[in-house]
């Protein structure tokens, strides 16, 4: 399994010691730590067990046939008692037959002559019975055999796996896989390498809109929400599910008391944070409630299509939630049109930090934070890629160049989910999801 190569780190710097497309695995080494610790950067994917180990499939597909030669042997059992039954019937009218014979003594009455030949039809179902106690000798030897196969494909995998048996080896791997995910828990973030292959969740509503998830809520909720359009929009439909929201089913609607402006809105922890229309004021409505908790100006920041980014949309302000918090993208005209990043107290909107990242924002097509970093596609059309990141965390910047699959060619909202680490996208007119992969650093040796 592969969280067992993670053992296998040398000083062999930035050469991949494992990868299976199959199970979207990658481990790379780089350069060891002072402390003669080897350090391994790992692609960590979705948390699954052995499923598709070889042996594993092996081994459950001989459990299978041991189940099905068990269920083969208990008809076999069922029938075999219900004949013995009727033959044991057979065997006291057949002696019974066998007295009236010897008792004729050559001569019969045409009423005892009547009498046996109704008794002999009863007993003309007892060949058939006899015929299927051939066939399941036929098939106790073909069991039989299946039984000594089976026997010896166990004995060649046990020899093979050692001393632990199949269910001890599947506990050894989940208890590791548990230990490297809690490990990649801690570590906590990782930087993006790559963006997957679209996936269409629906196609609903107009070329403009936003749709997303509760990036706070726990694992059992899965309600969805919907926004369609870019401007002067109230109204936001709940689905309870996302099986709902594809199917179009079991929803209600929350009327805004004010109405929004772009697409930049996002759920955090129970709440709407959107960009009231004509204005810089971010507002925080409370689902549950159906009030609006808090509202506030953000100082500077520009309104009304007057720093969107490159598709327009009155996208100027756009709300994020990562790993760390809340996020609000923007520009003002201090910053000359540059993207400014701004960390939000989600409680009462001020603003707790503020970073320029000299990136023009009408050049950027969307933007998304992943783990404090600000990462920027270099258009909304077709042929869109992850351009630019900026790293709050050292207020530094590099360019990027991880490809961006743009199926539908106009993106009008582009948000991550960190819950799920997936993006969020809406791209003209339908709703979209990209999964993310991210770079861990993992020591071997005890935990990050």
Not at 218 to 244: I, Q
Not at 336 to 351: F, K, Q, W, Y
């Amino acid at each position: 399994p592969p969280p067992l190569l993670l053992l296998l780190c040398s000083g062999l710097a930035g050469q991949t010691l494992f990868q299976s497309p199959e199970e979207g695995w990658q481990l790379y080494t780089s350069a060891q730590a002072p402390d003669g610790k080897c350090i391994c950067t790992a692609v960590i994917p979705a948390q699954s067990t052995c499923s598709r180990d070889g042996r594993s499939r092996e081994l459950r597909q001989l459990m299978e046939k041991v189940q099905n030669v068990s269920q083969s042997m208990e008809v076999l059992e069922l029938r075999t008692y219900r004949d013995l039954q009727y033959v044991r019937g057979m065997e006291t009218l057949m002696r019974s037959l066998d007295a009236r014979l010897r008792a004729a003594d050559g001569s019969l009455s045409v009423k005892s002559f009547q009498e046996l030949k109704d008794r002999m039809t009863e007993l003309l179902p007892l060949s058939s019975v006899l015929e299927q106690y051939k066939a399941d000798t036929r098939t106790i030897v073909r069991l039989r055999e299946e039984v000594r196969n089976l026997s010896g494909s166990l004995a060649a995998i046990q020899e093979e796996m050692g001393a632990y048996g199949y269910e001890d080896l599947q506990q050894r791997v989940m208890a590791l896989e548990a230990r490297l995910h809690a490990c990649a828990q801690k570590l906590g973030c990782g930087k993006l390498t790559g963006v997957s292959n679209p996936i269409t969740v629906r196609a609903m509503g107009s070329r403009f809109g936003s749709w997303m998830t509760d990036t706070m809520a726990p694992s059992a909720d899965s309600r969805v929400w919907y926004m369609d359009g870019y401007y002067k929009g109230r109204r936001v439909l709940e689905f309870r599910t996302l099986g709902d929201f594809i199917k179009g089913q079991n929803f209600i609607q929350h009327l805004l008391p004010q109405p929004w402006a772009g697409t930049g809105h996002v759920v955090y922890n129970g709440s709407l944070f959107y960009n009231k229309y004509q204005s810089n004021v971010v507002v925080k409505y409370h689902f549950r409630s159906r009030s609006v908790l808090v509202q506030r100006s953000l100082p500077g920041a520009g309104y009304n299509n007057t720093f969107p980014y490159s598709w327009g949309g009155f996208s100027d302000m756009d709300f994020m939630v990562d790993e760390s918090g809340l996020w609000a993208v923007y520009t003002t005209n201090q910053n000359a049109g540059n993207i400014v990043v701004s960390r939000l107290d989600p409680h009462t909107l001020e603003v707790m930090r503020s970073w320029d990242t000299g990136y023009p924002k009408r050049s950027a097509g969307e933007a998304f934070m992943i783990c404090g970093v600000l990462y920027v596609t270099n258009s909304h059309l077709a042929g869109a890629k992850v351009y630019f990141a900026y790293f709050t965390n050292t207020s530094s910047y590099e360019y990027t160049d991880v490809p961006f699959h743009n199926q539908y060619s106009h993106i009008s909202m582009l948000d991550y989910n960190p819950r799920e680490r997936a993006l969020y996208t809406w791209n003209n007119g339908h709703q979209v999801l990209y999964n993310v992969t991210l770079f861990h650093v993992i020591s071997t040796s005890g935990d990050p």
